[in-house]
């Protein structure tokens, strides 16, 4: 393929320019980056993506990856000299048809072809050159000669004559020699460039790779996330329709109970209305015979003294009231939405995960902390760190960042089996004695794990959890403007242990405290 054909094939179709840092879309054509961004935002508000060259649409926003293949080939390309057709030069004595010249002439300031070179002058005076459009540069503008010399004390380019005059008694090069000398100079300054830009493209793909985990993992964040709305919609529309069911229920069974009784009061009610009726009937008589005569006057006395309402549980033992419904069992059912609450916050906590050091400054002579400052081992092997104000005395460390604000999170990896606490404490912690335990003072916070009991700890209350662990990681979560500190198990799915309320007064910086086994800092994301 042609030089000029090739060109063109390294055109971007957006700016109609060779490509700058060219990208590629999923259906193969390239852009320079700026192009498509562009143009990709111009879709922002339609929400519809296609390729501008083939329309290709796209369901999302499509991300372009870096064409390095392409890259290479134009940063050659850029790199090569024009060849001699490119340059478009035409020999000066062919004015009859432009005949591309192969050679200039520096004394003639003119350009030859190859029939006018072949009857061209030979004499030494006259330079021949590749063909050039500014050969007027070639000479001295003060002599008109060619310029033949580098003078390195004033770096310019001089005739014979400025040698013998103007640069006289000055370093003089030939202009071969200095450009050789000058091209080092180049060659060593492009491989460190070169070396550079090496770097560059490596850390251009470091990055690139982890842009596409953190899309990944955005990605999957977004699903668990989704997944996990989901479930909890589920959940709480179970609880709806059990919740509603139970008072369904219980609205049929006290509507059938106060049904029964009401029929029996109804007819208790027209009974009494027959004798009432029978009494005015015997009252408006005027015969006395009659009157005195009627039979079963029993029944007609006083319903209150005959005692005939046991039927009915009698007139002052009246039904509960309607609207006393079974709460306690509806209660009960709802409670379980606090196990819901729990999923929302430990699934779903805003900020990521702190980034936890140890300070070794802190750490008890009989605790190894590793290389990476995040991991703290039990050991009965002294470390000989010098004594100070800000050591801990007993198997504890913290760490060096302190948190005055936001929400955030660390977890922590644990030996199954051992003595150890984690927690998060002022930096204002006694450092001897036991006043110096997290949990065991109004300055600290903590989760114990002792004779495999689990229990958790501020200002020596000492709350035990019941639930069995089985886990061995865990996680803290801090909100500092809300006063809450968190613990959680996590298990599958995440388990909210306990949540300490306070108002919190300094920085919290991270504790660990190991008697035996070893506790790692999680920093990564879960």
């Known amino acids: ?65 870096r064409n390095f293949a392409l890259r290479k080939v134009m940063e050659n390309f850029l790199l090569t000299p024009p060849t001699q057709t490119e340059t478009k030069i035409c020999c000066t004595y062919c004015v009859d048809s432009p005949v591309p010249a192969v ?63 103007k640069h006289r008694g000055h370093r003089v090069d030939s202009l071969v020699e200095a450009s050789e000398k000058k091209k080092e100079k180049l060659r060593n300054v492009l491989q460190k460039l070169t070396t550079k830009r090496n770097e560059n493209e490596e850390s251009v793909q470091s990055l690139e790779k982890r842009k596409r985990k953190a899309q990944e993992k955005a990605a999957g964040e977004a699903e668990r996330v989704t997944a996990l709305c989901t479930e909890i919609r589920r959940r709480v529309d179970d609880l709806e329709k059990k919740v509603l069911s139970e008072i369904s229920r219980q609205e049929k069974e006290e509507s059938l109970s106060l049904s029964a009784l009401i029929h029996q009061l109804e007819i208790k009610k027209d009974e009494l209305s027959r004798k009432m009726r029978h009494i005015e009937e015997l009252c408006n008589m005027t015969d006395p015979l009659t009157v005195l005569q009627e039979p079963d006057t029993g029944d007609l006395c006083d319903p209150e003294e005959e005692g005939g309402d046991e039927d009915t549980g009698g007139h002052d033992k009246q039904p509960h009231d309607g609207d006393d419904l079974d709460v306690a069992v509806i209660s009960h059912t709802l409670h379980t939405l606090c196990d819901v609450i729990s999923g929302i916050r430990s699934g779903i906590y805003v900020e990521g995960p702190a980034d936890i050091l140890l300070d070794v400054n802190t750490a008890d002579n009989n605790l190894l902390i590793s290389d990476d400052l995040k991991t703290a081992t039990g050991t009965e092997k002294e470390q000989k760190r010098p004594e100070t104000a800000e050591r801990f005395q007993y198997n504890q460390v913290m760490s060096r960042r302190g948190f005055t604000s936001g929400r955030h999170y660390w977890d922590v990896e ?47 209350e000492v709350i035990q959890l019941p639930d069995k662990i089985s886990s061995s990681r865990f996680r803290i979560c801090l909100d500092y403007e809300a006063g809450q500190l968190s613990f959680y198990e996590l298990c599958d799915p995440i388990r909210h242990l306990h949540t300490f309320t306070a108002t919190f007064t300094e920085p919290l910086h991270a504790t660990l405290y190991v008697y035996n086994g070893y506790l790692t800092i999680k920093n990564e994301c879960q």
Not at 414 to 433: A, L
């Open 414 to 460: 644990i030996s199954r089996s051992g003595f150890w606490v984690v927690g998060m404490c002022y930096p204002s912690i006694e450092r001897r004695g036991q006043q110096s335990d997290i949990g065991y003072n109004n300055k600290s916070w903590g989760l114990w794990r002792c004779n495999n009991q689990y229990s958790v700890t501020h200002d020596e």
């Open 1 to 65: 393929m042609a030089a000029a054909d090739l060109r063109d094939e390294l055109l971007c179709s957006i700016c109609l320019s060779t490509y700058t840092d060219p990208v590629t879309l999923r259906c193969g054509h390239n852009f320079c980056r700026v192009c498509i961004d562009r143009a990709l935002d111009t879709q922002d508000e339609s929400g519809v993506y296609s390729c501008p060259e083939c329309r290709k649409r796209f369901p999302e926003r499509p991300a372009p990856m």
């Open 103 to 165: 050679r200039s002439c520096l004394h003639c300031e003119a350009s030859l072809c190859d029939k006018h070179l072949r009857s061209h002058s030979k004499s030494p005076e006259h330079v021949l050159s590749d063909p050039s459009t500014s050969l007027e540069k070639r000479k001295c503008s003060v002599h008109k000669k060619i310029l033949e010399y580098y003078c390195t004390e004033d770096a310019a380019c001089i005739c014979v004559y400025c040698s013998a005059g």
